[in-house]
């Protein structure tokens, strides 16, 4: 099993940054591919980015591509997501996510989450 813990966010200006980290517990992360979603009010949770097992392979959603970047450090347990020139339309919670057993873009996929951490961008 994995327990996936989010941090970092909060309240930025639009054209802002902000770096979120999700700690993972458990001697198996390596083997996870890792991801993160998010999910604003009033709408359904959808992908953000994901990053494979080894962190050679990333892939973002279109409105976020060029803005977000997904990195991972296996030694430590830790995924981030490093995100710049914020909108007021990624204001969400961001969740974290792990998968043991595909390369998904689609949260039905995931078996692990992370209790999810605020971006407010304000205009």
């Known amino acids: 099993q994995v327990q996936l813990v989010e941090s970092g966010g909060g309240l930025v200006q639009a054209g802002g940054s902000l770096r979120l980290s999700c700690a993972a517990s458990g001697r198996t992360f390596s083997t996870y591919t890792m991801a993160w979603f998010r999910q604003a009010p009033g709408k359904q949770r959808e992908f953000v980015a994901i990053?494979?097992?080894?962190?050679?392979?990333?892939y973002y959603a279109d409105s976020v591509k060029g803005r977000f970047t997904i990195s991972r450090d296996n030694a430590k347990n830790t995924v981030l997501l490093q995100m710049n020139s914020l909108q007021p339309e990624d204001t969400a919670v961001y969740y974290c996510?792990?998968?043991?057993?595909?390369?998904?873009?689609?949260?039905?996929?995931?078996?692990?989450w992370g209790q999810g951490t605020q971006v407010t961008v304000s205009s």
């Open positions: 990053i494979s097992v080894g962190g050679i392979s990333t």
């Open positions: 996510a792990a998968d043991y057993r595909s390369f998904s873009t689609s949260y039905g996929a995931y078996d692990y």
